[in-house]
């Protein structure tokens, strides 16, 4: 039995920010790479930046 659910994110780098936002399911949200942020988040940060690189599109190349 699995656990948990399936969602559709979208993903893009806001350059002028220096963040990667994210909307879920309709929701918009941001992730830094500041782990003294309120949104701060190093881990997820360079994981979304790897995504974003693997798919071609414009990302964050100094955490990767």
Do not use: C, H
Request: net charge negative.
């Amino acid at each position: 039995m699995a656990v948990g659910t399936d969602v559709t994110i979208r993903v893009w780098y806001d350059e002028d920010q220096d963040v990667i936002k994210m909307r879920i399911d309709g929701e918009l949200t941001s992730v830094n790479n500041n782990p003294e942020s309120k949104r701060g988040n190093p881990s997820m940060y360079k994981k979304l930046a790897g995504v974003l690189r693997d798919a071609g599109e414009k990302f964050p190349s100094g955490v990767l």
